[in-house]
């Protein structure tokens, strides 16, 4: 898919802003058993599609107004995904933005996940 550029500088702007990871280093966190909140950050048709294992489902367009009552200890760490690593940096520097201080974008989102052929719920 091919995005406008003005979309590409927004999203360049907040990669600059906030912590990135990969779909393996969220694989090696949950098999750790490490303590985390996955949130899927696509809109509702994506998420009824399928998901990482374990993922939340809080949307771009309303995680500003739900992300509080969903997750209201700001400083647990919480990893935000997208189709490709995009709106998920945009969601992550908005609720930096809020307070929140151990945020993560998985960059590659389910894309690469689906790929790597990690477990999926439906």
């Keep these: ?3 406008a550029p003005g979309f590409l500088k927004l999203v360049n702007d907040a990669k ?6 990969t779909p393996q280093d969220v694989r090696r966190r949950q098999d750790a058993g490490e303590k985390f909140h996955l949130v899927d950050v696509r809109e509702d048709g994506e ?3 399928g998901r990482a294992a374990g993922a939340i489902h ?3 367009g309303v995680i500003e107004r ?4 969903a997750l209201p200890n700001k400083s647990e760490l919480v990893i935000l995904y997208c189709g490709g690593g995009f709106r998920s940096a945009l969601a992550a520097e908005a609720i930096q933005k809020m307070g929140y201080t151990n945020v993560i974008s998985m960059d590659g989102g ?6 790597l052929g990690y477990p999926e719920d439906h």
């Design 47 to 49: 998420w009824a599609a």
């Design 66 to 69: 739900d992300i509080e009552a």
């Design 1 to 3: 898919m091919a995005h």
């Design 16 to 21: 600059k802003h906030v912590r990135e990871c």
């Design 58 to 60: 809080i949307g771009k």
């Design 110 to 115: 389910i894309r690469t996940w689906r790929e």
